[in-house]
Every structure is written in C-alpha cells, then in structure tokens.
C-alpha cells in the first residue's frame, strides 16, 4: 500500500471573475438596502392596486399636472396624519422616469440596482426598500427598521452570506434622512457598516421652502404642485436648517414654522420637522462615522430666500462673511446643504433627480463596497445645465451651459423618453458670456437633455412639454 503524501491537498483555482465584479473588502458580503428620495417610491392604492405614482404611461404627467384630478389621491388625508395608514401602499423604487415641476425629474433606480448587485456577494444581499415618502421620516424609518431586520436575518442564513454580516444602505436624497433617523433615533447605527448617501439634503433644502409659497407668475403646474406639497409631511421634512432667510439689512436666519404658515403650509407640519432634526442633530451631534456622501455640484441652485408678502423669492447665493457667494448644488439641494460633518464628499457635477442614475454614482457605490479607491474621470470639468422644467411644445424652449473650464465643445442631446428617441443634437453658440440655445420639443410629452464635455457622464436633466393652450 502506497503511503500517504504529507503535503497538503490543493484544489484547482477556478477561473478568474471579471475584475471590475471582484468583491474584495471585508464589506462585500454586507447585506445592502437601497433607498429613494422622496417621489422615488411607486405608489399603489391599496384597495384597488391603481398606480397612483411612478407608472409606465408617461403621458400621465402632462395630464396629472395641468388638470390637477389624477393627483388628488396622493394628498395626505387628516387619518393618514393622525397614523391611519394603509390607504396607499409602496411597491417598489422608480422603474420609469417621474416628473414633478419645480422639483423636476426624477430618474429610474434600475441602473443603482444593478450596479450595487454586480458587485455584491449575490445579487440576494441587495434588497430595495420602497417607501410612502408623502408621509414623515419618523414613519419611514419605522419600516426600514423591521425590513433592514428581516433582511439581515435572511442574509445572515443565506448560503453565499455570513453570518457576521452587517448592513450597507445606500439612500438618494430624502432616503439618506430616513436612514439617518433609523441609525440615530431608532438604534439602527449597531447593524449598520456603511451608510452611502446620494445628495441627500442634509441640512435641507431652499427649495422645497419656494414649494409653499405662491411665488410670481406661478404657472398651472406649480400650483397643482404646491397644493399637493403643502399637505404632505415628507415634503416639511426637507425645509432648509441653516441660515438662508434674508432679512433687510442683509442678515440671514433660520426659516421657522411661522415662515411655512405665512407662505400658505401647515405649521404644525412645519414644526414636527424642524422638532424631529433638532433631535437627530442632538443624537448624533451632527456627525455619522460611517457616512460616505456623493453631493450634485455645478448647477444653478436655490440656496437663500427672502419673504414679503406670503410670497419667497428664491436667491442663487449664500452669505460669505460682508459677501455673498454662489455655492451651486445639483439644482435642488445646495452644496453645503448636502455635505454632511465627517469624510470629505464626492462631489459631482449632476442634476439631483440625476444623480443615483449616473455612472459615477454608481461606480462610487462599487468602490466602497469592494473598498476600491475610486479616482476623478479623466478630463473631468465642472459642467451646469439649465433647462426650464416646464416647456411650450413646439415653442422655443431655452438650453444654457455654464462651465468652470472652457473646452473646446459640448454635446447637447435631446431625448423623447417615452420613446427613448434622439429628437435633436443642438449646437450651442455663445451669448452674453454663456453657451445658449433654443430647442423646440416637437409634441408634449417627458424629454431629458443632456449635456456632456470631459471626463463624467452627461449632465441630464427632464422637462414636461405641454400644449400651448
């Protein structure tokens, strides 16, 4: 009989994964949520599975916004406000794009999902959390706690899982103010590794203040708009917190409830929001250590306001010192709003309704699972896109571009989404220190026009044509 080898048995190597789908860092066999930003959820009636937000038919919106009928569903109801819940339910994150004026676009999730399950352990680590975002963070957060606990349970057991494996969420916009309030108030920091944010409006946002009052020369869409945001918790939950109100000799304070009433909101909403981030700011002192935060930069954005009259005029500047300052955000959300204490941001130049959809966000979101440093694009320039998100079919629609830099070209694209078509590629001339042009949008309907030069992905934004009468 033979004898036995002391050396020991080494099984073949099996064939080498692609690198770009190597998980490597102790947190690729986390189990991963990923949340939406408010209007990012679909949203179902309950009683008789009606879409009531977020369908595939997006002729829905130009319809919904001027006549006003299809969105009276979604108003917030006083049972809802007392707790009652129920009556609408989320289903899933965006699969379509959505629209709302003001606030604008808001892109689909299906290219976060699939780039956070590339990288995953298996794509059961990765489960996406939809949630009611007309109501509170507080009642948001509630939900995430159970799902994240359900979640981790099953990962835990799974057979390509571990069984000290720990959370990851990934949140865009309001998503990361859900996550946060589960870490904090609700104990959720204990399973949490890693908490990725995508232009979450840390410290709010100028805008969804602009929402409550009736502003000049208000069209039919913005009305429809603000007669459904000023019924809506989640919406208070993004009132500005840092100093943006102008006062007339040039100081700036802090927007109070008794602001949101003069504009036409709900105080009581008003207040419930600022009560509950006084109390997350106190339970964490402003600071999450495991926060890693990407913030939209280069666009033109809301970022103080003054108050007359119940109306407020939304100002492109903040104060610096005897100064002011244009600090540009993604359009929604300043630059300093949505840059947490702690690590240094990614910043990137996108549009918030754009930024979970970008390749860079999602390659963001592979490096700090895998732990892989993630570098700037080559050529990379700091690129703005203005487009107005309500438009004239037919009618000349303005395209501006500001950049940092001045390279040598940009391509402008515009796009039907309900048709994923190329309608027009616009050459851009030079008027008054700005690239410009017009563009007509043939019939109404959602269109995306993109912007690219250097080194990241086009800049996009959405507008909602409608007809011209």
Not at 178 to 189: D, I, S
Not at 272 to 290: F, I, V, Y
Not at 327 to 343: K, S, Y
């Amino acid at each position: 009989m033979a004898a036995k080898s002391s050396a020991q048995w080494v099984p073949p190597a099996r064939p080498a994964r692609p690198a770009s789908s190597v998980p490597t860092g102790p947190g690729h066999r986390d189990a991963v949520l990923v949340l939406p930003g408010i209007m990012g959820s679909e949203l179902v009636e309950s009683a008789t599975g009606r879409v009531l937000w977020g369908g595939s038919d997006l002729r829905w919106y130009g319809s919904a916004w001027a006549s006003g009928g299809s969105l009276s569903a979604l108003h917030v109801t006083d049972e809802e406000r007392a707790g009652v819940t129920g009556r609408i339910r989320a289903t899933r994150l965006l699969r379509f794009p959505a629209f709302a004026p003001v606030l604008r676009g808001f892109e689909p999730y299906t290219k976060l999902l699939a780039g956070t399950r590339r990288v995953a352990a298996h794509p059961d680590a990765v489960r996406e959390f939809a949630y009611d975002w007309r109501l509170s963070t507080e009642h948001a957060a509630a939900r995430l706690a159970e799902t994240a606990d359900d979640h981790l349970r099953a990962w835990r057991a799974h057979p390509h899982g571990s069984r000290d494996a720990r959370l990851t969420l990934v949140a865009h916009s309001m998503g990361g103010l859900v996550a946060r309030f589960f870490m904090t108030a609700l104990g959720g920091a204990r399973d949490v590794r890693t908490l990725i944010t995508l232009g979450t409006p840390f410290h709010g946002s100028v805008q969804a203040a602009g929402l409550l009052g009736p502003g000049s020369g208000t069209p039919l869409p913005h009305r429809r708009l603000r007669a459904l945001a000023r019924t809506l918790p989640g919406l208070y939950e993004l009132l500005p917190g840092h100093p943006c109100v102008e006062e007339p000799g040039g100081t700036f304070r802090r927007l109070t409830p008794a602001d949101a009433e003069s504009l036409g909101g709900d105080r009581e909403l008003a207040q419930q929001s600022l009560d509950r981030r006084e109390k997350l700011t106190g339970a964490d002192n402003g600071t999450l250590p495991q926060l890693r935060a990407v913030v939209g930069v280069g666009q033109r954005t809301p970022q103080s306001l003054t108050l007359a009259g119940g109306t407020a005029e939304l100002r492109e500047y903040v104060p610096d010192g005897d100064s002011r300052l244009d600090r540009r955000g993604d359009g929604t959300v300043c630059r300093e709003a949505a840059t947490p204490a702690g690590p240094r941001p990614f910043y990137l130049p996108q549009s918030h309704g754009a930024l979970a959809r970008s390749e860079e966000a999602v390659a963001f979101t592979g490096s700090v699972l895998t732990e892989r440093p993630l570098g700037p694009p080559l050529g990379a320039t700091e690129l703005g896109l203005y487009v107005p998100d309500v438009a004239t079919a037919r009618e000349p629609c303005p395209v501006e571009v500001d950049l940092v830099d001045n390279p040598i070209a940009v391509d402008l694209q515009v796009i039907d989404v309900s048709e994923n078509l190329e309608i027009d590629r616009p050459r851009l001339s030079r008027r008054d220190g700005r690239l410009r042009t017009d563009v007509r949008l043939p019939w109404p309907g959602l269109y995306r026009v993109e912007a690219k030069c250097g080194g990241f992905s086009p800049v996009s934004q959405l507008v909602l044509a409608v007809a011209g009468d």
